[in-house]
Nanobody, 123 residues
Framework: QVKLVESGGGLVQPGGSLRLSCVAS????????IGWFRHAPGKEREGVSC????????YYADSVKGRFTISRDNAKNTVYLQMNSLKPDDTAVYYC????????????????WGQGTQVTVSS
């Protein structure tokens, strides 16, 4: 059974850091593109980052470029999202997703989703 489980969310002050983890079971992560999306109340679901399974290429939304870093540990079947210099606008539920996206930022390009982890950036 395919399953994705996110962790690492929480409350952090502006300028702080968090590292989200996405652990996969039932399949091998490195064959898939793994994306991170976020959804804040009153806003559209937004693609944050993706790491492709084919060649490890990474992609970022303009809003997080230079602050967030996606990485993959194949031995642990885990993908990470390191988030630095966090801003209140980063507050959202963050979801991990797996698929074979052609256009990485489109949520319907992915097949499997985790349950999400809440990130709140506030003083």
């Amino acid at each position: 059974q395919v399953k994705l489980v996110e962790s690492g969310g929480g409350l952090v002050q502006p300028g702080g850091s968090l590292r989200l983890s996405c652990v996969a079971s039932g399949f091998t992560l490195d064959y898939y593109g793994i994306g991170w999306f976020r959804h804040a109340p009153g806003k559209e679901r937004e693609g944050v980052s993706c790491i492709k399974g084919s060649d490890g290429s990474t992609y970022y939304a303009d809003s997080v470029k230079g602050r967030f870093t996606i990485s993959r540990d194949n031995a642990k079947n885990t993908v990470y999202l390191q988030m630095n210099s966090l801003k209140p606008d980063d507050t959202a539920v963050y979801y991990c997703t797996a698929g074979w996206p052609t256009l990485w930022a489109l949520h319907y390009e992915y097949d499997y989703w985790g349950q999400g982890t809440q990130v709140t950036v506030s003083s």
